[in-house]
């Protein structure tokens, strides 16, 4: 018999409605999770803001959320690798394993896989602003006791930026900037600092944004509006940047981007563009050999990143500054619209 539970359903945008919903059930290879914290992501707030996140259009209302730290409530009769009890966080995309993608360890490709709290499929997946939520027990990755709820919840998009920094090659001695003091910007910063790079920039609009990344150890935070942009990154670098993140999902800032990186340097794409092409100077990246490559989600890095936090590494906690019920769900989406207040927003449950 289904059994009741609450949840943050997305509608249509701006139309959040938190409503009783049916408990997921579990089905073989699979365990429930009691969910504990929810973090709001930048592409739920896509969904939240546009009802679509790029090309990921819902075709039903769904339940938003994968970045989550949870409790194991059960499992199916054929999982032994995981118990009830367990706290842990999760890899919310659940590839199929057995395609070439799989196979060569690059799972994050895998063109069957299936995402949590996303669009990506049809129909969408439901996510985990919810009481409860369905996951396949090799998603699950075991939180120590001094990760606490918070932190385990930051673990999803620390892998985004641990990913993106190991695309970029070895960064160590290497000047580094990333364009966008998001909550992946920032993480990106700690992860780059963390592996070497030397120094590490950060650009951002938003004064506060940059005053954040300043405060979390970026040896310079800049502002791309200002007139003198240009110069202070010659001084800082002389030809430019051995590396530049972009993630901030503006193509002016990709386009800049190119100019800003040396003869020879890399440029890792991590924000999302939109569906409109962008387009890239070619001849540019031809004369300095620019090496241009994305950075899709993550790779095999959650037990990494969790040892990293877990040993004091990187410090995720001056990231979350607001936390609300999953009954206020609406009021934490419409905090977390506004930029110069809300970086990282957290829902308890």
Known sequence: MSQPMKAAVLYGARDLRVETSVRPELRSGMVLLRN????????????????????????????????????????ADDVNAIGVGERVTVNPARACGTCEYCKAGRG???????????????????????EFVLVRSDQCHALPSEIDDRLGAMIEPLAVAMHAV???????????????????????????????????AVSDMIPARRSKAHELGADVALDPASDDFSDQVRTLTGEGFDFI?????????????????????????????????????ANLIMNKEINFIGSMRYGNVFDEAIRLVSAGRINLRPLINEE?????????FEFASDKTRSLKVQIQL
């Open 166 to 200: 190991k695309r970029a090659g070895a960064v160590s001695g290497k000047r580094a900037l990333v364009t966008g003091a998001g909550t992946i910007g920032l993480l990106v910063a700690l992860v780059a600092k963390a592996f070497g790079a030397v120094p590490v």
């Open 245 to 281: 993140f972009e993630a901030s999902g503006s193509s002016r800032a990709l386009h800049r981007a190119f100019h800003l990186v040396r003869p020879g340097g890399t440029i890792v794409q991590i924000g999302t563009l939109g569906t409109e092409d962008t387009p890239l100077p």
């Open 324 to 332: 609300f019920s999953l009954d206020d769900a609406v009021k934490a």
């Open 36 to 75: 504990r914290r929810v973090g709001i992501c930048g592409s739920d707030m896509h969904y939240f803001e546009h009802g679509y996140c790029a090309a990921f259009v819902p075709d039903r209302p769904f339940v938003l959320g994968h970045e989550l730290s949870a409790v194991v409530v059960s499992v």
């Open 108 to 130: 994050n490709l895998c063109r069957s896989t299936i995402v949590i709290g996303s669009a990506s499929t049809t129909p969408p997946t439901d996510g985990a602003l919810a």
